[in-house]
């Protein structure tokens, strides 16, 4: 069984620049997760999708938006980058409303 | 939310059997109590999951007391391999939205 793939692996964008990651969840997964890991620090979390619906959004500005797809994949846009979105971006998947969550590899984006 | 509290870091040598403990005062009586694994640049590990007393599985044992207001994460006789940060994630198992907050996490040091 395939686990979750996010794409690309690596992005380098400049500050107000658009970025769109993209991530595919493990087949029979609904929710989808998305979280930033800036250098050395913890998980924050971003957005959750369940059934093409954003159900949480965490403290992160306007410009972080995203969406789920009908197939249940899903995309996270950046608008206006900024040198501190220099991050490990993570998207991670479950079972509806399961607990456990599936990581994918993330998406390292660098601006500069 | 029930906000967990970890050690920053911890040192163990190969052979040795680690105990990591999360303390989280505010639990729900609803909350589960998850742990999870990260290797340096990878998305986080699912390794082990209970509500009370003791859950053991093939990588680890989860001990809960009976105030529940604590938990502690064992791993036996760890390798280099272990070498990686620990989150300690308390939510309701019937709401993933709720598991979403991952803390600073534990970095686990295996030396030889």
């Known amino acids: 069984e395939a686990g979750v793939t996010q794409s690309p692996t690596h992005l380098i964008k400049t500050r107000g620049q658009q970025v769109t990651l993209r991530c595919s969840p493990i087949?029979?997964?609904?929710?989808v997760y998305w979280y930033q890991q800036a250098l050395g620090l913890g998980l924050q979390f971003l957005l959750w999708y369940d059934e093409g619906e954003e159900r949480n959004r965490g403290n992160f500005p306007p410009r972080f938006s995203g969406r789920q797809f009908p197939n249940y994949s899903s995309e996270l846009n950046v608008n206006a980058l900024e040198l501190e979105d220099s991050a490990l971006y993570l998207c991670?998947?479950?079972?509806?409303?399961?607990?456990?969550?599936?990581f994918g590899p993330g998406t390292r984006l660098t601006v500069t | 939310l029930a906000k967990t509290t970890q050690p920053v870091s911890m040192d163990s040598y190969e052979g040795q059997e680690v105990n990591i403990t999360c303390s989280h005062n505010n639990i729900a009586t609803n909350d589960y109590i998850t742990w999870y694994q990260q290797f340096p640049s990878q998305g986080p590990r699912f390794i082990i999951q209970?509500?009370?007393t003791k859950v053991t599985n093939e990588v680890a044992s989860l001990f809960i007391p009976a105030d529940r207001k604590s938990s502690t994460l064992s791993l036996p006789r760890v390798s280099l391999s272990d070498t990686a940060v620990y989150y300690c994630?308390?939510?309701?198992?019937?709401?993933?939205?709720?598991?979403?907050?991952f803390g600073g996490g534990t970095r686990l040091m295996v030396k030889p």
């Open positions: 087949s029979g997964h609904t929710s």
């Open positions: 994630l308390v939510g309701d198992i019937n709401n993933a939205g709720n598991m979403l907050t």
């Open positions: 209970g509500y009370k």
């Open positions: 991670a998947s479950s079972f509806g409303d399961r607990v456990e969550q599936y």
